[in-house]
């Protein structure tokens, strides 16, 4: 990792640790610092209700929005590598709203309410059925389609089906489950207790582990497909463990979160800029970092009205959107960092 | 031979490259130079008939091991602006190191060599993106040699080049060539490739014609390449050019 690369890394997951911080302490209801501090490190105190809306509240829907920004920005690196495509991403492919159509489907099946469905083995089952689906549809139309504008507008439309599917699902839903499922459907940070969150950290800790194993042929894949192969890589086999890999952490994430967007589109961006490099030994980690700061960030922006939270769906265009369009605009930059 | 759709493109094929020499394959668009030169690099499986390196059949090595007895350089514009000179060139490394492909002293030095031998060791630190076609075109090179294969593979690595940096990466070739280096290059910059070859494939209507520069030059092969077309060889030019 270069200098560069090495100081860039520790300054963003600086931050990150500053927005977790920030997270923790900045609500609704206004606690002072020193009392966070003693409820999460189980001090003394002043109001018992304080104790609870840290420890139960905001902490779970931190490390959920860390968790969530982490692996969705990695997907979105692995995907962008994978299809070399720098505007690939887990939402703009449709692999988020495939995985929510899966998780739609469960709900139904169970009785039309997304309140137990959330976060439960089934909607995990469910999302990455609908994930590795629309994977697979892609990989498929990247076997055909060689141009990737072409093939991101294919993946848009995959995801407008899928949504369309849901709509149509809607209908037959209860009026409590639908808007339990539309609020979801919205992105959401805060429906994941304790209980649960384990079922999402741990997937998503261990994709990503497992996506440091993979530094040495995505390195290799940035020159294309004939160098990769003429230096020795296995391209299609590497191609696809990359889909397998983030089609999980999108999966895992979705059946949480709800299809969020952006995060995976934009974040792989940030880092590249932050970073100055496409090398993925320094880029994958800083991605990581920086996917982790901007969920935070995003979590922190929905609890920013006093009554009630934000869908994180309403934030997540307004942090990504604008690094889309500075990339697009730069058509140099787009060529510099991919 | 594989062709695009399985299709034969050439007759049956008996060549061989000497070690330490610089070979130009020559031939018209679609006579089927790329396929040639993927099959040889193992990018495609031949339909039938084998090909060997160093005595060793390509079939049976796995991607890996073919990685270490040729490296290919090719027109396919690289898209990784955010790798330094020095990262892209590293890459080359890449059969030979381990699993994280962490770098060794060994490959460090073999990197600054490769860095130095094709003269873009000052901008090590540069970003591709920020590189003219030509340095670029010397840093797939030097990738390459970083490689350390016996066998290097060039399809058109001068497409996009202006006539300077075409003549210079010529050159350089040519030196890697004497340095022991076994070169095949597919151009169709013939003027340019045959002041540095030593021997040549003519392709054309599924055949190929080897023999050295010398020999063809002689025996009128480079004449009959292109004749059906009206365009003759200029011995003294060593080049062609319109009949007339």
């Not at chain 1, 988020?96 to 139904?108: D, I, P, R």
């Not at chain 2, 031979?1 to 008996?14: E, I, N, Q």
Request: contains cysteine; proline residues 3%.
């Amino acid at each position: 990792m270069s200098r560069r690369g090495a100081i860039s890394t520790g300054v963003t997951a600086v931050a990150a640790v500053v927005l977790l911080g920030v997270c923790l302490w900045h609500g609704s209801v206004d606690i002072p610092a020193g009392e966070v501090w003693r409820a999460l490190t189980g001090g003394d105190v002043s109001r018992e209700a304080w104790r609870v809306i840290v420890t139960e509240s905001r902490l779970p829907m931190a490390l959920t929005a860390l968790f969530a920004g982490a692996g969705l920005s990695v997907a979105g690196l692995q995907l962008q590598t994978a299809f070399d495509n720098p505007l690939a991403g887990p939402s703009i492919l449709g692999v988020s709203t495939g995985g929510s159509l899966g998780v739609a489907l469960v709900m139904l099946a169970m009785g039309g309410s997304v309140a137990g469905v959330g976060g439960s083995i089934g909607a995990i089952a469910g999302a990455l059925a609908g994930s590795g689906a629309v994977l697979a549809v892609l990989i498929g139309m990247s076997r055909v389609v060689k141009s990737g504008a072409m093939l991101l507008i294919a993946g848009i439309m995959v995801g407008y089906l899928a949504s369309s599917a849901i709509s149509l699902l809607g209908f037959f839903a209860t009026a409590r489950g639908l808007q339990g499922f539309v609020v979801w459907g919205l992105g959401t940070f805060s429906s994941t207790g304790f209980d649960r969150l384990w079922w999402l950290a741990a997937p998503v800790g261990l994709f990503l582990a497992a996506s440091m194993l993979l530094v040495k042929p995505m390195d290799a894949l940035l020159l294309g497909e004939r160098y990769a192969a003429s230096m020795g890589v296995n391209v299609r086999r590497i191609r696809g463990t990359l889909i397998v890999v983030s089609g999980v952490l999108t999966a895992s994430v979705t059946a949480f979160c709800g299809p969020v967007g952006f995060l995976g589109l934009a974040v792989p961006h940030i880092a590249r800029f932050v970073t100055g490099s496409s090398a993925h030994g320094t880029l994958l980690p800083a991605t990581a970092m920086a996917g982790a700061g901007t969920g935070l960030l995003c979590a922190v922006l929905t609890t920013i009205p006093t009554a009630g939270v934000l869908p994180v769906n309403a934030i997540t265009p307004m942090v990504g959107v604008p690094v889309i369009l500075y990339i697009i605009l730069c058509r140099r930059r787009l060529h510099y960092f991919n | 031979m594989a062709g695009y759709s399985r299709r034969k493109v050439t007759a049956p094929l008996d060549l061989e490259l000497e070690g330490g020499t610089l070979t130009v394959l020559l031939g018209a668009n679609g006579c089927g130079k790329s396929t040639l030169l993927r099959t040889l690099c193992g990018n495609q499986r031949p339909m039938e008939g084998s090909v060997e390196i160093c005595g060793r059949d390509i079939r049976r090595m796995s991607g890996q091991e073919l990685a270490r007895y040729t490296s290919l350089v090719c027109t396919e514009r690289q898209m990784a602006g955010g790798l330094t000179v020095a990262e892209t060139v590293a890459l080359g490394r890449q059969p030979h190191t381990g699993f994280f492909g962490r770098l060794s002293a060994t490959d460090r030095r073999v990197t600054e060599e490769a860095m130095e031998a094709m003269g873009i060791a000052e901008m090590r630190d540069r970003h591709t993106a920020t590189l003219s076609d030509g340095e670029r075109q010397k840093t797939m090179i030097a990738r390459a040699l970083a490689q350390a294969t016996p066998l290097i593979v060039l399809d058109e690595p001068t497409s996009f080049l202006d006539v300077a940096s075409r003549l210079d990466v010529m050159a350089l070739l040519g030196r890697l060539a004497r340095d022991g280096k076994t070169i095949l290059l597919s151009t169709h910059d013939v003027g340019e490739a045959l002041c540095v070859a030593d021997s040549a494939w003519l392709m054309s209507d599924g055949r190929i014609e080897s023999g050295s520069v010398a020999e063809l030059r002689e025996s009128g092969a480079f004449g009959r390449l292109f004749a059906d077309r009206g365009i003759v060889f200029d011995s003294a030019a060593g080049d062609y050019r319109i009949q007339g």
